[in-house]
């Protein structure tokens, strides 16, 4: 069974910098596209960003690109997203699971209906 523990959440002010977790059991997070995905209040999901198991590359959204990191640790079967430059925008629950590029309207989708708890995030001042 496939299960992610995020961490690393916490406050921060606006340019600060955060690092988020996402520890994986059940399997190998290489094997698997695995995204980070966020949800602030009112909002709908958003996938942020992701490293496809097919060849390593990774996807960011356009509104992070240039400010987060997505990264793995194999053998840790660990998944961090460096964020930096953060702004109040930023604020919402962090998740990661499985996920998949919308190949009609763009983006990252999620193809798992099971979530780990989250980590919030919140920039303000």
């Known amino acids: 069974q496939l299960q992610f523990v995020e961490s690393g959440g916490g406050l921060v002010q606006p340019g600060g910098s955060l690092t988020l977790s996402c520890a994986a059991s059940g399997f190998t997070l290489d094997v698997e596209t695995i995204g980070w995905f966020r949800q602030a209040p009112g909002k709908v999901l958003e996938g942020v960003s992701c490293?496809?198991?097919?060849?390593?590359?990774?996807y960011y959204a356009d509104n992070v690109k240039g400010r987060f990191t997505i990264s793995r640790d194999n053998a840790k079967n660990t998944m961090y997203l460096q964020m930096n430059s953060l702004k109040p925008e930023d604020t919402a629950v962090y998740y990661c699971a499985p996920g998949k590029l919308d190949v009609v309207a763009g983006g990252l989708i999620p193809i798992s209906s099971s979530w780990g708890q989250g980590t919030q995030v919140t920039v303000s001042s």
């Open positions: 490293i496809f198991s097919s060849d390593n590359s990774t």
